[in-house]
Every structure is written in structure tokens, then in C-alpha cells.
């Protein structure tokens, strides 16, 4: 079992940064690729962001390709989501997931169905 907890979430003006963390634990000598997804309302849940467990290959949504940048420190089992030049439509919940199981494709290409377990969520909320 993996325990996935998100921090770091907030409000904030169009046009300025925020850092979600997320830290997974619990698998001794687990080595997760993690990701980050995201659910506005009334929408469904979409791809973020994710990184591979050593942190040498990433991949984007192109909405926020340029803008956000995903990084991990794995002494501290901790993935960040660096978020600048926030827009309103990036509002929404986020949410962090690891990949135990999932293929290596399925999950870097951003599938949800890649990934084992996920946090309960934190608000990103871009005010105009």
C-alpha cells in the first residue's frame, strides 16, 4: 500500500506561481513514476504532468507545456508541480498519483488508468 498526500495549494492572481508538493510513502524501496492530474468543475479528471521515478524524463499537457514544470527529490520521496503564469482555467482540484504497476508508456503518456494510487486532491484556485 502507498499512501499519496498533496500539499501546497491555494489562491492566487492571474499570473502568478504556486508549488504543490506530494509526497508517497509506504512501499519500502518503491521507485514510483508520479503524476499529476487535475478536475475542474463539472469536468473530468485530466493529465497534469508526470515524471519518470528517476526524474530523467517528464512529459506535459501542451495547456500547460512552458508554464509548469514537474521536478522530485527522491531522498525526501517528494514530487513537486511548479506552477507560473496561472491562468483562471488552470482552477481546479489537483491531484497526485503513483504508478506501481502500470506500464511505462501507458503511464508517461499521462493515462490515468496507469496509476495505482492517488491523494485526496488540493485547490488551485486563479482569480482573474
Known amino acids: 500500500q502507498v499512501q499519496v498526500v498533496e500539499s501546497g495549494g491555494g489562491s492566487v492572481q492571474a499570473g502568478g506561481s504556486l508549488r504543490l508538493s506530494c509526497t508517497a510513502s509506504?512501499?519500502?524501496?518503491?521507485?514510483?513514476?508520479m503524476g499529476w492530474f487535475r478536475q475542474a468543475p463539472g469536468k473530468e479528471r485530466v493529465f497534469v504532468a508526470v515524471?519518470?521515478?528517476?526524474?530523467?524524463?517528464?512529459n506535459y499537457a501542451d495547456s500547460v507545456n512552458g508554464r509548469f514544470t514537474i521536478s522530485r527529490d527522491n531522498a525526501e520521496n517528494t514530487v513537486y508541480l511548479h506552477m507560473n503564469s496561472l491562468r483562471p482555467e488552470d482552477t481546479a482540484v489537483y491531484y497526485c498519483?503513483?504508478?506501481?504497476?502500470?506500464?511505462?508508456?501507458?503511464?508517461?503518456?499521462?493515462?490515468?488508468?496507469?496509476?495505482?494510487?492517488w491523494g485526496q486532491g488540493t485547490q488551485v484556485t486563479v482569480s482573474s
Open positions: 498519483a503513483a504508478s506501481v504497476y502500470g506500464p511505462y508508456q501507458t503511464v508517461m503518456a499521462g493515462d490515468p488508468r496507469g496509476y495505482d494510487y
Open positions: 509506504g512501499r519500502t524501496g518503491g521507485r514510483y513514476t
Open positions: 515524471i519518470d521515478w528517476s526524474g530523467g524524463t517528464t
